[in-house]
């Protein structure tokens, strides 16, 4: 997925009020772009370190740009877009990157579905094949050597959890896949210190046969892709 237009650079100021972010130019001067990360962002923002940006040319919009790469101190980049999340796993699909998805004719995305009033990131389907439902999530918490899932309390997860467990069960096949958007996390975990019921949960649908599957990213100033499998330790 190539950036277009290009990023733009600054340094990071302070994230606020969820949404907002300053960032510092380089000529001196500030500004403030959208954030578009809804989540704790734990272990993702260092002050003063490069954070990279797009723009957007609707008229209409507050704030143009829109808070994409964070640098960390130890020189690994972050994709703090999540929306990017599932064109990233599309993407990736779509070329036949993730050995475990390929087989597939038709790859729809946001397709109502289940009790709860949910949405499937992902449905692919192919002739005498089983639907395989996609919940897509984005990792960017790295603690030690370890990638952790979720970074904050998240009972929206635990709905997701549900209704991926009741396709498994109608006979459909049923994923939970993680686009680890931290060039520093080659391995992830469960965080049950952050959430331990979404974790026992988790536990339970991989117990009933839905597959997770981890898969980090490369990232440049000029594109993010899906890049290599993590190894996923439940």
Not at 109 to 115: H, L
Not at 129 to 150: H, M, N, R
Not at 185 to 208: F, N, S, V
Not at 221 to 232: A, G, R, S
Request: glycine share 6%; aromatic share 8%; hydrophobic share 35%.
């Amino acid at each position: 997925m190539h950036f277009s237009p290009p990023l733009q650079s600054g340094r990071l100021i302070k994230r606020y009020k969820r949404f907002l972010t300053d960032v510092k130019l380089d000529d001196g001067s500030q500004i403030t772009i959208h954030c578009p990360n809804t989540g704790s962002m734990k272990n993702c923002l260092f002050e003063n370190e490069p954070l990279w940006y797009s723009l957007s040319d609707n008229q209409k919009r507050k704030y143009p740009g829109t808070f994409e790469v964070m640098t960390t101190p130890a020189g690994h980049l972050i994709g703090l877009n999540t929306g990017r999340a599932n064109a990233l796993a599309e993407e990736a699909i779509k070329a036949q990157h993730i050995s475990e998805l390929c087989g597939y004719d038709t790859c729809r995305r946001e397709v109502k579905y289940g009790q709860e009033n949910s949405r499937i990131d992902l449905l692919l389907s192919a002739p005498a094949q089983a639907d395989c439902y996609i919940e897509v999530k984005s990792c960017t918490l790295l603690e030690g050597q370890w990638g952790y899932f979720p970074d904050a309390v998240t009972t929206r997860g635990q709905k997701h959890l549900r209704e991926l467990m009741a396709m498994k069960q109608r006979g459909h096949r049923s994923v939970l896949l993680f686009v680890v958007q931290h060039t520093g996390i080659h391995q992830m975990r469960p965080a049950e210190h952050i959430d331990p019921d979404y974790c026992r949960l988790l536990q339970q649908a991989i117990d009933l046969g839905v597959e997770v599957l981890a898969y980090g990213v490369e990232i440049t100033t000029d594109e993010i892709k899906i890049h290599q499998k993590c190894l996923f330790e439940k």
